[in-house]
């Protein structure tokens, strides 16, 4: 069975760096195909992609969020971990964590983890 | 970086179908088809169907979902209470390197 799960603090403040892990089992991020993305979705709006890694350590990053994000990954902890720096309150979002296989879709989703920006 | 568009909200009556569609351009839908998700509130997304009409194990024949160039469609067919829920659809952008997301539909079961 492939789950994910989110892990990092409901609060940051203002201009702190946010640090969020993904735990997931099931599958191995050296598979030839493999990628784990996250995305963000603040509350009542849409969902938002913002980085991939894939099993050759090929990372992708949102072109609106790209100098802010670094995701990497911990193969032999089945884990990546996403920073995201200068936290602001419009960063207030449920952050997801998802599977997938050679950018075809997210087949397999985290329950997420609710991150609140506010001094 | 550009999303893909979804009319904001659907309402159809029970047993009624409907489709829901999402356009892109040829960097995305056009080229790597879309996948759909479906949202329940409070819940994580679910998969409906990717790349254009493959299913994964456990989802309904009742949803089926097509592309006509750059506009990806989802049709649901006999609805019921529980298809009422938010509808993304995503793609990956070949020309951006990265993954898009339209807006979402909310679907509305009378």
């Known amino acids: 069975q492939v789950t994910l799960r989110e892990s990092g603090p409901a609060l940051v403040k203002p201009t702190q760096t946010l640090t969020l892990t993904c735990t997931f089992s099931g599958f191995s991020l050296s598979t030839s195909g493999m990628c784990v993305s996250w995305i963000r979705q603040p509350p009542g709006k849409a969902l938002e992609w913002l980085a991939l890694i894939d099993w050759d350590d090929d990372k992708y990053y949102s072109t609106s969020l790209k100098t802010r994000l670094t995701i990497s990954k911990d193969t032999s902890k089945n884990q990546v971990v996403l920073t995201m720096t200068n936290m602001d309150p419009v960063d207030t979002a449920t952050y997801y964590c998802?599977?997938?296989?050679?950018?075809?879709?997210?087949?397999?989703w985290g329950q997420g983890t609710m991150v609140t920006v506010s001094s | 970086q550009a999303g893909l568009t979804q009319p904001p909200s659907v309402s159809k009556g029970l047993r009624q179908t409907a489709t829901l569609t999402c356009t892109g351009n040829s960097n995305n839908v056009g080229n790597q088809g879309a996948a759909w998700l479906q949202q329940h509130q409070g819940h994580p997304p679910k998969l409906l169907s990717y790349r254009n009409n493959n299913r994964p194990s456990g989802i309904s024949e009742r949803f089926s979902a097509s592309r006509s160039g750059n506009t990806a469609s989802l049709t649901i067919t006999g609805l019921q209470p529980e298809d009422e829920a938010d509808y993304y659809c995503?793609?990956?952008?070949?020309?951006?390197?990265?993954?898009?997301f339209g807006g979402g539909t909310k679907l509305t079961v009378l």
């Open positions: 995503s793609a990956w952008d070949s020309s951006l390197s990265a993954w898009v």
């Open positions: 998802a599977r997938s296989y050679d950018k075809y879709a997210f087949d397999i």
